[in-house]
Nanobody, 122 residues
């Protein structure tokens, strides 16, 4: 019903910035909470940032708070993740999600994108 595609990943030096974007197609995502998660090989997918369907509630993982900013444009059905002061430990595949089945921080979202690689070198 909803297809999500991430873009904006790449290679960046520590301390640099990247802006990820997630575009939705198919059924409108206006009524869905949106989130960003990341995963490295051999590790569990972890919560990065989430925003409620109406944009009122915004949550961040402690490790990215103050460095990352999530935003959404309901009219365009897009959600962005601005990542500043990147660290090597931020290296991961970043996934966009829509439709929180649990809370915003839970990986139990209904829809997921294909992921985009973010690599931060030291």
């Amino acid at each position: 019903q909803v297809q999500l595609v991430e873009s904006g990943g790449g290679l960046v030096q520590a301390g640099g910035s990247l802006r990820l974007s997630c575009a939705a197609s198919g059924r409108t995502a206006s009524n869905y909470a949106r989130g960003w998660f990341r995963q490295v090989p051999g590790k569990e997918r972890e919560f990065v940032a989430g925003i409620s369907w109406n944009g009122i509630t915004i949550l961040y993982a402690d490790l990215v708070k103050g460095r990352f900013t999530i935003s959404r444009d309901s009219a365009k059905n897009t959600v962005d993740l601005q990542m500043n002061s990147l660290k090597p430990e931020d290296t991961a595949v970043y996934y966009c999600a829509a439709g929180a089945a649990g809370g915003l921080t839970s990986p139990q979202y209904r829809y997921w994108g294909q992921g985009t690689q973010v690599t931060v070198s030291s």
